[in-house]
């Protein structure tokens, strides 16, 4: 089995910084594409940002220039390092990963339990 566990969310005053981590455990042979979504209450989960296993990066509009996207291949963690934040980043944040796991080199979509940011105005 695979488990994802975020870390690293929390109360922050609008234009401070954040950085959550993203660390994948378990059965991994090698993970492709890593990335983070987000929900906020009353709204439907929406993709955030990813990273491809070469280091290839994609963000949401919303987010450009103030949110990077890293991962260490070793330690199979992917981060989100996130500055100036506003109000309306506030949400929970998910990591999800597409795992290729070692049992039988099988490939399966995973997500963490959540870390909870938010942003006072």
């Known amino acids: 089995q695979v488990q994802l566990v975020e870390s690293g969310g929390g109360l922050v005053q609008a234009g401070g910084s954040l950085r959550l981590s993203c660390a994948a455990s378990?059965?991994?042979?090698?993970?492709?594409?890593m990335g983070w979504y987000r929900q906020a209450p009353g709204k439907q989960r929406e993709w955030v940002a990813a990273?491809?296993?070469?280091?290839?990066?994609n963000y949401v509009d919303s987010v450009k220039g103030r949110f990077t996207i890293s991962r260490d291949n070793a330690k199979n963690t992917v981060y989100l390092q996130m500055n100036s934040l506003k109000p309306e980043d506030t949400a929970v944040y998910y990591c999800?990963?597409?795992?290729?796991?070692?049992?039988?080199?099988?490939?399966?979509?995973?997500w963490g339990q959540g870390t909870q940011v938010i942003v006072s105005s």
């Open positions: 990273i491809t296993s070469g280091g290839s990066t």
């Open positions: 999800n990963a597409d795992v290729v796991r070692a049992t039988w080199l099988s490939s399966g979509n995973y």
């Open positions: 378990g059965s991994i042979f090698s993970i492709n594409a």
